[in-house]
């Protein structure tokens, strides 16, 4: 019974063999000519052509014709294959597809050649309507065949030229109504991109006319920006070696590494591919190529890869590339963070010192930024004033002098001012009592913030509010406060030439000020501190003062610290806070809390005005 049921079995299974085909052979083209989703793709494959033709000079015009728009492309290189009567062989052309000549031509060892499908043509059914394709024979004379889209005929004629030609000139007319954007530009982005290593191994040289745009494009292999990675480990397999080409740049989103075969591009970021979409593949600190020539390529569109042996070869030989990679990308963002830490802290700085310049000298005194010396000529202005019947002004000490000291360095070049571009009021906003004087002085900065001192014309005068002024003319003031409190706008024009500045200062006038509150801590002049960062998490504690250190510690693993950090304004003016928050419980003493928000308020008022 159980050799019966054997043989039962065997009898069973299909004993018939056969071999696929095309069943409806112009459906089969139909699909494979829109299969091309691209239509830059396309123009770079017919480029491709006139490159694996051994052309030197490609010319791609856009323009129009009575027809409609057109793309053209001549080539300089050995045209359309010849028949046995010397007359270019469309007919081949029309009838093998899917059997190309280059890919017996790579049988028998012939290098260089991209193409291997036969179906390169076809994709012109992405791109327009009628394809034209050009080019001569021995004797002479120029032929030429037409296809047209949804179309299986084709035919081809003489074409009446008065001298032949070599190469090719393919035109393709009218082009679709979908592609009137892409303008030579693009088109020329695209190919620089698309074709870099073939342009630049063939010397090919290729040039975009725009009619439209009357405008010409010349196509360049696309040069990469960074520092150039060099030493990485071999990439080397048993079906090829795979070239690398990579470049560490400051982290943003046109930092891609493209995929390449044999030179042209498959895909414009690795990060396409599922085994590459992390990091160092999408930091965003990497440009370059990767040219893997072992790889299979779906025929159609030509930017899908097969995932056979030689894709898992590929991806088993990027290994030791990607923890060499995320090394240098780790060396990278610590390096950029010491150099964001500097400028940063430079930016605070120099706020503060603006800051501290605009507020009152004796409230905000904390880091000797106002010298201890006032110009003479300042000084015999102002007692010119008081000669002619104002009353004895003592002049404070920390008023910066416009004179240049003998004893001051001589100036680079670029450390000479340029013309006037600001202007601001020192202090910007005080108080004073009623009934006394105060000192004035107009800050003349250039576009660098750099002091301005030759050739001003200096303008003071009240815009609001009671007083007098003495020295209106000078670039140091007085004013003597009216006798009934109140708010008093001065006002100061400043020209050099035929710039005009203007700037206003704040003061208001009270009955009394409580002095001993205002004076800040006398141990504070140190200097502008620094910062420095901890990670404390879980600590509620923002920032601290070190003032053995004179610096701003601040903890980094505190939640603000992490969302500012997202964003470098963001950051910077964070930062700024912290420090005008420390600077202010460093410096007013034994003063009560609403006086400390109200000083915190100001300060910060005046310093984020000055941030950059």
């Given at each position: 019974m159980a050799k019966e049921k054997s043989k039962t079995e065997k009898l069973k299974k299909p004993t018939t063999k056969g071999q696929l085909r095309i069943g409806d052979q112009w459906n089969a083209i139909t699909i494979i000519a829109l299969s091309q989703n691209n239509p830059l793709k396309a123009m770079a494959e017919f480029v491709e052509n006139s490159i694996d033709a051994r052309a030197k000079n490609i010319l791609i015009i856009r323009g129009k014709a009575k027809g409609g728009s057109y793309l053209k492309i001549i080539d300089d290189g050995v045209g359309i294959p010849l028949n046995e009567q010397g007359i270019p062989?469309?007919?081949?052309?029309?009838?093998h597809i899917c059997d190309s000549i280059k890919k017996k031509l790579k049988e028998k060892g012939a290098t260089g050649?991209?193409?291997?499908?036969?179906?390169?043509?076809?994709?012109?059914?992405?791109?327009g309507e009628?394809?034209?394709?050009?080019?001569?024979?021995?004797?002479?004379?120029?032929?030429?065949?037409?296809?047209?889209?949804?179309?299986?005929?084709?035919?081809?004629?003489?074409?009446?030229?008065?001298?032949?030609?070599?190469?090719?000139?393919?035109?393709?007319?009218?082009?679709?109504?979908?592609?009137?954007?892409?303008?030579g530009e693009k088109i020329q982005r695209y190919l620089s991109s698309e074709l870099r290593d073939r342009i630049r191994t063939s010397e090919v040289k290729i040039k975009v006319m725009d009619h439209f745009l009357r405008a010409e494009f010349p196509v360049e292999p696309r040069q990469f920006s960074g520092q150039l990675i060099h030493q990485l480990p071999v990439l080397s397999t048993d079906k090829g070696e795979i070239y690398s080409e990579l470049y560490l740049n400051s982290p943003g989103p046109d930092n891609r590494i493209g995929l390449y075969r044999g030179g042209t591009r498959v895909l414009?970021?690795?990060?396409?591919?599922?085994?590459?979409?992390?990091?160092?593949?999408?930091?965003?600190?990497?440009?370059?190529?990767?040219?893997?020539?072992?790889?299979?390529?779906?025929?159609?569109?030509?930017?899908?890869?097969?995932?056979?042996?030689e894709f898992m070869a590929f991806c088993q030989a990027m290994a030791p590339v990607h923890q060499k990679l995320l090394t240098l990308i780790?060396?990278?963002?610590?390096?950029?963070?010491?150099?964001?830490?500097?400028?940063?802290?430079?930016?605070?700085?120099?706020?503060l010192k603006e800051a501290i310049l605009a507020l009152p000298q004796e409230e905000y005194d904390w880091f000797e930024i106002h010298p201890a010396r006032i110009s003479s000529a300042a000084q015999g202005g102002l007692a010119a004033d008081q000669a002619q019947g104002g009353e004895e002004v003592t002049l404070e000490a920390g008023y910066p002098s416009i004179e240049p000291s003998e004893s001051e360095p001589q100036k680079s070049f670029f450390e000479f001012p340029g013309p006037?571009?600001?202007?601001?009021?020192?202090?910007?906003?005080?108080?004073?009592?009623?009934?006394?004087v105060r000192v004035f002085r107009v800050l003349c900065r250039d576009k660098s913030n750099r002091p301005v001192d030759q050739n001003l014309a200096v303008q003071w005068n009240l815009l609001?509010?009671?007083?007098?002024?003495?020295?209106?003319?000078?670039?140091?003031?007085?004013?003597?406060?009216?006798?009934?409190?109140?708010?008093?706008?001065?006002?100061?024009?400043?020209?050099?030439?035929d710039i005009e500045c203007r700037s206003e200062a704040f003061i208001t006038v009270t009955d009394s000020i409580l002095l001993e509150q205002l004076i800040p801590s006398a141990s504070s002049k140190k200097g502008l501190p620094g910062y420095t960062l901890t990670s404390s998490p879980g600590e509620p504690w923002r920032s601290r003062y070190d003032p053995d250190q004179n610096l701003v510690v601040i903890n980094n693993a505190h939640r603000d610290f992490v969302y500012s950090s997202k964003e470098h304004s963001r950051k910077l003016r964070y930062i700024c806070r912290l420090f005008t928050?420390?600077?202010?419980?460093a410096n007013f003493i034994n003063i009560d809390p609403a006086q400390l928000l109200e000083r915190m308020v100001e300060l910060s008022l005046y310093t984020e005005e000055s941030l950059r």
């Open positions: 062989n469309f007919q081949y052309v029309a009838t050649i991209q193409g291997e499908f036969g179906i390169g043509l076809l994709s012109f059914w992405t791109v009628t394809m034209t394709l050009s080019s001569c024979g021995k004797d002479g004379r120029a032929y030429q065949m037409k296809m047209q889209k949804g179309h299986s005929g084709y035919f081809t004629t003489h074409r009446h030229l008065l001298t032949p030609f070599p190469g090719t000139e393919m035109m393709i007319s009218p082009l679709l109504p979908g592609l009137r954007l892409i303008n414009a970021s690795m990060t396409e591919l599922d085994e590459f979409n992390r990091p160092p593949w999408t930091s965003g600190y990497l440009q370059g190529i990767i040219d893997v020539p072992f790889l299979h390529l779906t025929p159609g569109t030509r930017d899908g890869i097969i995932r056979d042996e780790e060396e990278q963002q610590r390096a950029q963070e010491e150099r964001s830490s500097k400028q940063i802290l430079k930016a605070v700085q120099l706020a006037l571009f600001r202007v601001k009021i020192s202090p910007t906003a005080c108080n004073m009592a009623v009934n006394t609001q509010g009671e007083g007098s002024l003495a020295n209106q003319n000078g670039v140091f003031v007085s004013l003597t406060a009216p006798a009934e409190p109140g708010l008093t706008r001065l006002g100061v024009v400043v020209r050099q030439d928050k420390e600077l202010i419980l």
